[in-house]
């Protein structure tokens, strides 16, 4: 059964995610975050260490400023869907009792279909990160989104993505959209909760996992 609760505040949000699996973690999982191993997270989630607050760094604020004004403009040029939200929302699912998902919206299709919606604002500083979303989704973030398309078993992905740079001087802004069918990544998903499971088998037992190191 998939169920949706809505806490209190921000501090009950943290606490009710502690020891679960969340879309940021997937990428660590696999071996694909540079800046934090399966290890490190497995040591932050079996209560070892502590993860680093990043809460006050810029990027996050502007992020956690900007959602709900890209949410509303989304819902101004995308008027076929009816877009839902509630802060502190929370995510659970009895067939994945490790996971939570904490959407940045949800919605509904013309045709009844349910679906998330996922925004994201990046600062690109170099040329590179261009590269990451030139016809695709960077993989940190395809890797939350097949977490959430797990953790609710909805049937599509609207990604809503700002990027912003800055050149002498002046900001340019470029949104991107990116639309996911569920039924197109059923394989991806149920390797990623493969890989969530063992992690979480690892936890319980309180054997740590085996290094992976990120491709070079």
Known sequence: MVK???LKNNADWLE??????GGSDCASILGMNPYKSNVELWKEKAGI????DISDKPYVK??????PHLRALFGLDFPEYQIYYKENNMWLNDRLPWAHASLDGWLMDKDGRKGILEIKTTNIVRSSMNDKWDGKIPDNYYL?????????EFEFVVLKAQL?????GNVFLRTKHYT???KEVEEDISYLMDAERKFWESLKSGIEP???????
């Open 4 to 6: 949706m609760i809505r």
């Open 62 to 67: 502007y992020g956690h400023d900007a959602e």
């Open 16 to 21: 009710h995610r502690k020891g679960k699996i």
């Open 164 to 168: 912003k740079s800055e050149i002498e």
């Open 49 to 52: 260490t502590v993860p680093e």
């Open 210 to 216: 085996g290094l992976i190191l990120p491709e070079i």
């Open 144 to 152: 939350q989104i097949l977490h959430y398309l797990a953790v609710t």
């Open 180 to 182: 996911i069918e569920r």
